[in-house]
């Protein structure tokens, strides 16, 4: 088992930034990937960012690369997603997820869920 839970969502105007945590608990750290997802309203789940098990391998949805950063600290058993040039279509609620298989980009690869966190950017 592995429980996950974010914070540092909120509002914040386009241009600004963020940092999104994810505290891991549960399961060695370091043996799964972690991803991050959005899912807008209306909308269906999407992959943003996902870092894998040590070595560091990242990816990045196309819509954000070069604004976010995803990274994880072993030390505190976080994950972390940098946002940064926020703009009003990245408003969602972001999720963190764990992922014993394969680096994937696809919700159904990952096994646990945090409860969510909201991402409002204002125009």
């Known amino acids: 088992q592995v429980q996950l839970v974010e914070s540092g969502g909120g509002l914040v105007q386009a241009g600004g930034s963020l940092r999104l945590s994810c505290a891991a608990s549960?399961?060695?750290?370091?043996?799964?990937?972690m991803g991050w997802f959005r899912q807008a309203p209306g909308k269906e789940r999407e992959f943003v960012a996902v870092?894998?098990?040590?070595?560091?391998?990242?990816k990045y949805a196309d819509s954000v690369k070069g604004r976010f950063t995803i990274f994880r600290d072993y030390g505190k058993n976080t994950v972390y997603l940098q946002m940064n040039n926020l703009q009003p279509e990245d408003t969602a609620v972001y999720f963190c997820?764990?992922?014993?298989?394969?680096?994937?980009?696809?919700?159904?690869?990952?096994?646990?869920w945090g409860q969510g966190t909201q991402v409002t950017v204002s125009s």
């Open positions: 997820a764990a992922d014993f298989g394969q680096f994937s980009v696809l919700p159904t690869s990952y096994d646990y």
């Open positions: 549960g399961r060695s750290f370091s043996s799964y990937n």
């Open positions: 870092g894998s098990r040590p070595g560091g391998a990242t």
